[in-house]
T-cell receptor
């Protein structure tokens, strides 16, 4: 069975500060991993994906994530938070898309 | 622009009154998915179609049905909505299994 755990249901950072959203996965097979972002009253938008190629994956809006097999982690980072990054972020593992519980990112001015 | 479109964005129905939610796609993707997302929760997969093959999740209530008359359209039918079915319903597509999913903006369903 596959599952993901997102540490921290709410994360608050100041504008310009580093964003770090944590995701740990459990999978009996090499995983496909995704990060999605959801703005209020909208669907989910793909930020980036890991599909067993490069372990450091760059996505849209300046986000990136690093796959660490030894730590079963796929944490999402962005060097400098922008107000427009405030949203809910979901980590997900495939082959049947299983989402983590989500992390709400708040960006303070 | 190719996209996934859900209609309506907001739907209100009465307790026990059947309701149908609609999803269309211009991506020509093989796979279409329906998710239920309750407030402050992650989306939960209800079922998906690979082409015309229907795949129901084991814990999806019988009250939920789906139809895919052609590649472009997929419908979610709730036969007798209960108060617990109030949620955001998300449609998504992917070209193939294991490929990233493209989501519509969702339909928020309220039950009176």
């Amino acid at each position: 069975a596959q599952s993901v755990t997102q540490l921290g249901s709410h994360v608050s950072v100041s504008e310009g500060a580093l964003v770090l959203l944590r995701c740990n996965y459990s999978s009996s097979v090499p995983p496909y991993l995704f990060w999605y972002v959801q703005y209020p009253n909208q669907g989910l938008q793909l930020l980036l994906k890991y599909t067993s190629a490069a372990t450091l994956v760059k996505g849209i809006n300046g986000f990136e994530a690093e796959f660490k097999k030894s730590e079963t982690s796929f944490h999402l980072t962005k060097p400098s938070a922008h107000m427009s990054d405030a949203a809910e972020y979901f980590c997900a593992v495939f082959n049947k898309l299983v989402f983590g519980a989500g992390t709400i990112l708040r960006v303070k001015s | 622009d190719a996209m996934v479109i859900q209609n309506p964005r907001y739907q209100v129905t009465q307790f026990g009154k059947p309701v149908t939610l609609s999803c269309s796609q211009t991506l020509n993707h093989n796979v279409m998915y329906w998710y239920q997302q309750k407030s402050s929760q992650a989306p939960k997969l209800l079922f998906h179609y690979y082409d015309k093959d229907f795949n129901n999740e084991a814990d999806t209530p019988d009250n939920f049905q789906s139809r895919r008359p052609n590649t472009s359209f997929c419908f979610l039918d709730i036969r007798s909505p209960g108060l617990g079915d109030a949620a955001m319903y998300l449609c998504a597509t992917s070209r193939e299994n294991l490929e990233p999913q493209h989501f519509g903006d969702g339909t928020r369903l309220s039950i009176l």
